[in-house]
T-cell receptor, first 114, second 114 residues
Framework: SAVISQKPSRDICQRGTSLTIQCQVDSQVTMMFWYRQQPGQSLTLIAT?????????ESGFVIDKFPISRPNLTFSTLTVSNMSPEDSSIYLC???????????FGPGTRLTVL | AQKVTQAQTEISVVEKEDVTLDCVYE???????LFWYKQPPSGELVFLIRRNSFDEQNEISGRYSWNFQKSTSSFNFTITASQVVDSAVYFCALSDNRDDKIIFGKGTRLHILP
């Protein structure tokens, strides 16, 4: 399976600031996704990162709050904008293998907003 | 609509005991895929298994086994002779053939006590 890395692994940020999370894959992949996992909760899909076009957002998530870039088939970024303490979560990127909808996940970014 | 239910929020067993994690799913599609993921305290999400809807054969991998029963819409996961390193949150997940998205259950937190 692909090797997926995320930067930063964790961060502590102030309210009102923005943080950009990077996701790098060691091989070209068609499908990339971003998830949020709030403390003690399950994973919720934020959006599908589309290469060369705008991301597809799930209900409850908007581009102004979570802008996503996907400049090529190995890299994507998620920005958490104008942060509040409610944004404190683990943010995970995943890649789809294209085989039976399997997804493999990066190590996650643990974000704390004060 | 798709839904994954993991009724067991938290389970504690003593090391070397067997433990079964329950997963019940709902989907209207005839073709779908089921997954189990493990999330240890470090936070990364580890892929354990994928099962296709058209393959009801049960699977065993070392101390892990999975029981897929379409008649009861269940995909249960058993750990035999549990070990402390099995302590983690386990997620059951479902994806259908309409898109590449995966929906997750709420997870079961498993404590293996020494």
């Amino acid at each position: 399976s692909a090797v997926i890395s995320q930067k930063p692994s964790r961060d502590i940020c102030q309210r009102g600031t923005s943080l950009t999370i990077q996701c790098q894959v060691d091989s070209q992949v068609t499908m990339m996704f971003w998830y949020r996992q709030q403390p003690g909760q399950s994973l919720t899909l934020i959006a599908t990162a589309n290469q060369g076009s705008e991301a597809t957002y799930e209900s409850g998530f908007v581009i102004d709050k979570f802008p996503i870039s996907r400049p090529n088939l190995t890299f994507s970024t998620l920005t958490v904008s104008n942060m509040s303490p409610e944004d404190s979560s683990i943010y995970l990127c995943s890649v789809g293998t294209g085989v039976y909808n399997e997804q493999f996940f990066g190590p996650g970014t643990r974000l704390t907003v004060l | 609509a798709q839904k994954v239910t993991q009724a067991q929020t938290e389970i504690s067993v003593v090391e070397k005991e067997d433990v079964t994690l329950d997963c019940v799913y709902e989907t209207r599609d005839t073709t779908y895929y089921l997954f189990w993921y493990k999330q240890p305290p470090s936070g990364e999400l580890v892929f354990l298994i994928r099962r296709n809807s058209f393959d009801e054969q049960n699977e065993i991998s070392g101390r892990y086994s999975w029981n897929f029963q379409k008649s009861t819409s269940s995909f249960n996961f058993t750990i035999t002779a549990s070990q402390v390193v099995d302590s983690a949150v386990y997620f059951c997940a479902l994806s259908d053939n309409r898109d590449d998205k995966i929906i997750f259950g709420k997870g079961t937190r498993l404590h293996i006590l020494p």
